[in-house]
């Protein structure tokens, strides 16, 4: 089955700066790849996700990018705010198991001011 | 649309005693997911159901857990008998898998004590 490592799992940053987190995937046919945010003692929450025909995606601070070849992508936020505080998990999904997803271990981001 | 319903929200337990958590998933989602979430094993996925029919209980830990979907609208996880290391917080979530979106949308979870 799908494993997914996530890495680092524990990540402090300082107000404004980027924050990077780093996942791989093992099976080449995952086809799609959410990130979730989850604040201290509340639910996850999807903030993007990627499809496996593209690239890169943006939404705001956020960006997600994906290397099929490497079977790794990464969630990307810049000028971070201590609001960003919270765990981001990522996640992948494959055709051959419809709605499963497999998620990595979660990386605790702390944003200092 | 109220999003995905579970109840109770905490549950404190005695060890040996029956626990069923409940959820209710958003209207018109025909996917349903339990997950356990603790720190030392983060989030794992216990069972999905779609329409209603159980996909992959893989994830359940032991014959002590069960869980049914007897209709779009309901689900259930029973653990019998709990014991402590069941104390984690339980995740109910749904999704409506297309060709645009396959948004999984968790419930605000029932935090479990076994004592």
């Known amino acids: 089955g799908e494993n997914v490592e996530q890495h680092p799992s524990t990540l402090s940053v300082q107000e404004g700066d980027s924050a990077v987190i780093k996942c791989t995937y093992s099976d080449s046919a995952s086809n799609y790849f959410p990130w979730y945010k989850q604040e201290l003692g509340k639910r996850p929450q999807l903030i993007i996700d990627?499809?496996?025909?593209?690239g890169e995606k943006k939404d705001q601070r956020i960006a997600v990018t994906l290397n099929k070849t490497a079977k790794h992508f990464s969630l990307h936020i810049t000028e971070t705010q201590p609001e960003d505080s919270a765990v981001y998990f990522c996640a992948a999904r494959n055709t051959g198991t419809a709605s499963k997803l497999t998620f990595g271990t979660g990386t605790r981001l702390q944003v200092t001011l | 649309d109220a999003g995905v319903i579970q109840s109770p929200r905490h549950e404190v337990t005695e060890m040996g005693q029956e626990v069923t958590l409940r959820c209710k998933p958003i209207?018109?989602?025909?996917?349903l997911f339990w997950y356990r979430q603790t720190m030392m094993r983060g989030l794992e996925l216990l069972i999905y159901f779609n329409n209603n029919v159980p996909i992959d209980d893989s994830g359940m830990p032991e014959d002590r857990f069960s869980a049914k979907m007897p209709n779009a609208s309901f689900s259930t996880l029973k653990i019998q008998p709990s014991e402590p290391r069941d104390s984690a917080v339980y995740f109910c979530?749904?999704?409506?898998?297309?060709?645009?979106?396959?948004?999984?949308?968790f419930g605000p979870g029932t935090r479990l004590t076994v004592l």
């Open positions: 990627i499809r496996s025909n593209v």
């Open positions: 979530a749904s999704s409506f898998p297309s060709g645009r979106t396959d948004t999984q949308y």
């Open positions: 209207s018109g989602h025909n996917s």
